[in-house]
Nanobody
Framework: QVQLVESGGGSVQAGGSLRLSCAASGYTFSSYCMGWFRQAPGKEREGVASIYTPNGYTRYADSVKGRFTISQDNAKNTLYLQVNSLKREDTAMYYC?????????????????WGQGTQVTVSS
């Protein structure tokens, strides 16, 4: 049974940074697509970043390229999202997700296991 537990969210000022973590258990971590998604109130869920865990290939949404970095630690079965230069529009609940290996596109329907989310709030 796949379990994903996010942590690391918080309230920061614009321009600040956070590191989000996703502790995974119940499956072979390096055999899945892993992704970060976010959803702001009143908005649709948005794919932020994904990683093809066998080789570390990454994808990013245009809105976060150059500011966010997704990474993995296979020894710790943990996924990370380093978020820098935060903007108010980055305010959202951030979710970690796992799905079967493939192209790891940033589409939610490709992922079948989700964490409970961690809130990121950016103030000006």
């Amino acid at each position: 049974q796949v379990q994903l537990v996010e942590s690391g969210g918080g309230s920061v000022q614009a321009g600040g940074s956070l590191r989000l973590s996703c502790a995974a258990s119940g499956y072979t971590f390096s055999s899945y697509c892993m992704g970060w998604f976010r959803q702001a109130p009143g908005k649709e869920r948005e794919g932020v970043a994904s990683i093809y865990t066998p080789n570390g290939y990454t994808r990013y949404a245009d809105s976060v390229k150059g500011r966010f970095t997704i990474s993995q630690d296979n020894a710790k079965n943990t996924l990370y999202l380093q978020v820098n230069s935060l903007k108010r529009e980055d305010t959202a609940m951030y979710y970690c997700a796992a799905g079967p290996l493939g192209y790891c596109y940033l589409e939610g329907y490709l992922y079948n296991s989700w964490g409970q989310g961690t809130q990121v709030t950016v103030s000006s």
